[in-house]
């Protein structure tokens, strides 16, 4: 069993290296457990054109290594590895890591949210290069280009009305003949000139891997199981994030869609535990709002270690 520490954080992306800076600035020499997607999300992104402070935009991962070595500078204790247990009901808490085990008095969760893919192989190797998870991320990139959303709920109705600032076109893929949004986005939807739709289909691959960049679609419909393809140069998947809490059920307050509950900034319902970035949000789900839960998580970590 590992030393006892002040803070733990749980999670690699801007959040959790933002809580590692400023715990590890206020001297409780934190200890952060990396897991296994190292730097979150921001590695799946080329340039990030919208983080304060790069006006030339910055490379995803780069913006990430330099986050990391920002807190290792300070004094931040970064380890690799993936948490398997979180034992929160005895003090103090207990996180195992690669069967070592950590203790801390408080814990930071910034374990974030995992957007759901269509799981096709080109999907993979074009994220990042025409296919996104995020459409305030990337829209700006697809000015005066045909893209397309995937998806039929709120979300996917709100990137598809957002692209449409760019785009010259955005095609909104759905497998069934109606949208499961709520009736106002959808007549917002429908009232668009630039968002055509195309029911009944699913993606059944995403052209051209040979070249690195989207190309088109191939679209099947699921009626008559006729292949087609469509020309585009984006592809926008919105059918959903998963937060990543498994390690946390039954042990901490979470809502119906499974995200950590906050209150008082970031408390759990676990009197010092705090969560930050996107495991407890799901609607900005930006580096920037990640990162200003993170310095919240830490001042909040800090003040109850005080207390």
């Known amino acids: 069993m590992d030393t006892l520490r002040d803070v733990i954080i749980i999670g690699s992306g801007p959040a959790g290296l933002t809580a590692g800076v400023y715990t590890a600035r206020a001297n409780l020499k934190p200890l952060?457990?990396?897991?296994?997607?190292?730097?979150?999300?921001?590695?799946?992104?080329?340039?990030?054109?919208?983080?304060?402070?790069?006006?030339?935009?910055?490379?995803?991962?780069?913006?990430?290594?330099?986050?990391?070595?920002?807190?290792?500078?300070?004094?931040a204790q970064i380890v690799q590895g993936d948490v398997t247990s979180v034992d929160l009901g005895s003090r103090p808490f207990t996180v195992t890591a690669d069967d070592t085990g950590y203790r801390a008095r408080t814990l930071i969760i910034s374990t974030g949210a995992s957007a759901r893919l269509l799981g096709l192989p080109a999907e993979t190797s074009l994220m990042g290069h025409g296919v996104s998870t995020c459409a305030t991320c990337d829209g700006y990139f697809f000015r005066g280009r045909p893209i397309a959303v995937v998806g039929g709920?709120?979300?996917?109705?709100?990137?598809?009305?957002?692209?449409?600032?760019f785009a010259s076109q955005v095609t909104l893929v759905h497998r069934r003949q109606a949208l499961r949004a709520s009736k106002i986005m959808q007549d917002k939807a429908h009232a668009n000139p630039k968002i055509a739709f195309a029911w009944n289909?699913?993606?059944?691959?995403?052209?051209?891997?040979?070249?690195?960049?989207?190309?088109?679609?191939?679209?099947?419909?699921?009626?008559?199981?006729?292949?087609?393809?469509?020309p585009v140069d984006g592809v926008f998947v919105a059918i959903g994030h998963t937060p990543n809490t498994s390690l946390f059920v039954g042990q901490i307050d979470l809502d119906e869609n499974g995200y950590i509950k906050t209150h008082d900034g970031t408390r759990t319902s676990v009197a010092g535990v705090f969560a930050c970035g996107d495991v407890q949000?799901?609607?900005?789900?930006?580096?920037?709002?990640?990162?200003?839960?993170?310095?919240?998580?830490?001042?909040?970590?800090?003040?109850?270690?005080?207390?």
């Open 32 to 75: 952060l457990i990396e897991g296994v997607m190292a730097g979150g999300q921001l590695m799946l992104t080329t340039e990030v054109e919208n983080f304060p402070g790069f006006r030339n935009g910055i490379m995803g991962p780069e913006l990430m290594a330099e986050m990391r070595a920002q807190a290792e500078r300070f004094g």
């Open 201 to 230: 289909s699913v993606v059944q691959d995403i052209t051209d891997t040979s070249k690195g960049e989207v190309t088109g679609m191939v679209l099947r419909d699921l009626l008559t199981n006729e292949l087609r393809t469509i």
């Open 281 to 307: 949000d799901h609607k900005y789900r930006q580096a920037i709002t990640a990162a200003g839960t993170g310095c919240m998580a830490a001042i909040d970590a800090e003040r109850f270690l005080e207390s």
């Open 153 to 165: 709920g709120d979300s996917a109705l709100e990137e598809a009305i957002f692209l449409t600032k």
